[in-house]
Nanobody
């Protein structure tokens, strides 16, 4: 089992930046590819970013490419999502997940409880 706890969400304005953190406990963190997903009001959960176990490769959704950066610190059992140039449409609950390096939510076995990000215009 892996327990994941996200933090760093909040209320920001368009154009602001925010950094989300997700701390893992339980099994060996570096055994897992990590991902960030989000669910906006009235929408399905969608892929945001993923990173390999050692952090050597990343992949992003088209909607956040160039604005968001995923990274990880295996010594701290933490994965981050740096979000810059935030847009109103980035408003969502953001979830981190542990699994394999993938854009598909079905490839992630463990999920955090989510952290709310609200971008005001």
């Amino acid at each position: 089992q892996v327990q994941l706890v996200e933090s760093g969400g909040g209320l920001v304005q368009v154009g602001d930046s925010l950094r989300l953190s997700c701390v893992a406990s339980g099994r060996t963190f570096s055994d897992y590819g990590m991902g960030w997903f989000r669910r906006a009001p009235g929408k399905e959960r969608e892929f945001v970013a993923t990173i390999t176990r050692a952090g050597m490769r990343t992949r992003y959704s088209d909607s956040v490419q160039g604005r968001f950066t995923i990274s990880r610190d295996n010594a701290k059992n933490t994965v981050y999502l740096q979000m810059d140039s935030l847009k109103f449409e980035d408003t969502a609950v953001y979830y981190c997940a542990a699994g394999i390096y993938s854009t598909n939510s079905a490839d992630y076995a463990f999920w955090g409880q989510g952290t709310q990000v609200t971008v005001s215009s």
